[in-house]
């Protein structure tokens, strides 16, 4: 497969992980539902739900007409199956199976109603053929029902209401029809109850509400907070790694200078001093690039580098780059080799020319090959230019961290060749000054093949 076969397959630039927390909360959020649905409070409002069906039928099946009780029990039978089919349910959906979470949600508020018309079918099917007695301890018992429905799932504001209506509302009625003088006035007492209880399901919900928000945005800052710190930690390491690493790079051509001084001020004859002159030159020269590396890079981490922009022959900048690192190729054994076309952009020919120099440095540094193909293609309203070698490659779980500061492959020769690694960084600071980006293209399998691309505002052929 040739180069541009290769990299012809359209590129979809890696997105970078938004590793911040929105503090944002929605109750619509599943995660947030979670918190306002009490499974542990519904299993037990089921099994007292239970218990009155329970007592319901061996109090009144002696005093009911058996047509009513039939009706009664087969209604009994349909509602505390499904209430309880939906409350095992739940306690088997994962906390990341959203989808199935939010349709349990749904299911179960839509069954809930049964249970208000089992109400509603007691108290107008098996009531009117009870005794006082039996009354009390129903009012005691649809009383309390309410509230423990309430609590069971309070984010549920509109089935709560409805319940308060076709329950309190039902018996309030029931009271009024069929009791007696007290039973009348108690009648009157249960319609406030449920009066208040109507409007106090809203207040219910807000207070629970903006518990379970105070609650999800604590954690969201928790997690913000360890955020935080692990950023802080790792600035903390990367300057620590520059400091060594400088301090490392600096002491050799410093030795260097230190020592062919020595010999230049104990040297016998005009050739051995030009030798030791020679040589702490070359040491000054390697001190001045590393400390010129340091700068840029410090330049670039502070954010103070501000782009010059003008109309740029980008192959021009590439033939230009590509001479400049000719003869550290050849000394390395590597063959530079330019192929495709490029435009006319406004952009920044020094940044420019430095991030391409840093990747083809990169590439016979540390790539391990003999060839490097440098490409250039116009793709999506961009000019990208591929620097392609036929070395060790990157590993794929490498892929981005390679463009982190300091951080050198661990398939290069990273070791032997030494430097601080910041290249790759260096590059995607520079294009990201530029308006654009680089990364490692993950579809090209001999070696590695890194891309700058440019954005194209002013497109012009060559």
């Not at 599943?30 to 918190?35: S, V, Y």
């Not at 391409?356 to 440095?361: E, K, R, S, V």
């Amino acid at each position: 497969m040739g180069v541009f076969e290769a990299l012809s397959v359209k590129n979809k630039e890696p997105k970078s992980i938004d590793l911040s927390v929105d503090t944002i909360i929605s109750l619509s959020e599943p995660e947030t539902q979670r918190r306002l649905i009490n499974p542990v409070s519904q299993l037990i409002s089921q099994i007292v739900n239970f218990a009155a069906v329970y007592t319901v039928y061996h109090v009144m099946n002696d005093l009911v007409p058996a047509p009513n009780m039939l009706i009664w029990v087969i209604a009994a039978i349909i509602t505390l199956f499904l209430t309880t089919m939906a409350q095992f349910i739940v306690f088997f959906i994962k906390p990341h199976q959203t989808e199935l979470f939010t349709l349990w949600i749904k299911f179960d508020r839509r069954i809930a109603i049964s249970n208000e018309i089992l109400a509603m079918l007691t108290i107008f099917l098996l009531l009117p053929f009870s005794h006082e007695s039996q009354r009390i301890f129903a009012t005691a018992y649809f009383v309390g029902y309410i509230p423990m429905t309430i609590f069971a799932d309070p984010g549920n504001v509109t089935m709560n209401r409805i319940a308060i209506i076709l329950v309190i509302g039902s018996f309030t009625i029931f009271l009024a029809i069929y009791g007696n003088e007290i039973e009348n006035i108690l009648s009157a007492l249960v319609f406030a109850y449920g009066c208040f209880l109507f409007y106090a399901v809203g207040n219910i919900h807000h207070i629970i509400e903006k518990s379970v928000l105070a609650q999800s945005k604590s954690d969201q800052l928790t997690k913000q907070l360890e955020l935080s710190l692990k950023q802080t930690a790792m600035e903390r390491d990367a300057k620590t790694r520059f400091i060594a690493a400088a301090s490392h790079d600096l002491g050799q051509p410093l030795q260097a200078v230190n020592l062919f001084s020595e010999q230049f001020a104990n040297a016998q004859d005009d050739i051995s001093r030009t030798r030791a002159a020679s040589a702490v030159l070359r040491a000054v020269a390697a001190t001045q690039n590393i400390l010129s590396h340091m700068l840029n890079h410090l330049r670039l981490e502070a954010d103070s580098v501000t782009p010059h922009l003008q109309p740029t022959n980008i192959f021009n900048a590439v033939q230009s780059v590509v001479e400049q690192y000719s003869g550290f190729a050849a000394k390395e054994k590597y063959k530079l080799k330019i192929v495709g076309k490029a435009v006319i952009l406004n952009t920044d020919p020094t940044l420019f020319e430095r991030a391409l120099g840093n990747l083809i440095q990169n590439a016979i540094t540390h790539s391990g090959g003999n060839k490097i193909l440098i490409c250039c293609r116009i793709r999506d309203r961009a000019q990208q230019i591929f620097v392609v070698d036929n070395g060790v490659g990157i590993k794929p779980e490498e892929r981005e961290i390679i463009f982190e500061d300091y951080y050198q492959g661990s398939n290069s020769r990273s070791i032997t060749a030494g430097g601080f690694g910041l290249g790759l960084s260096s590059v995607r600071r520079l294009a990201f000054i530029l308006g654009g980006n680089a990364f490692l293209y993950p579809l090209w399998k001999n070696g590695a093949a890194f891309c700058l691309t440019l954005p194209i505002k002013e497109k012009r052929s060559k």
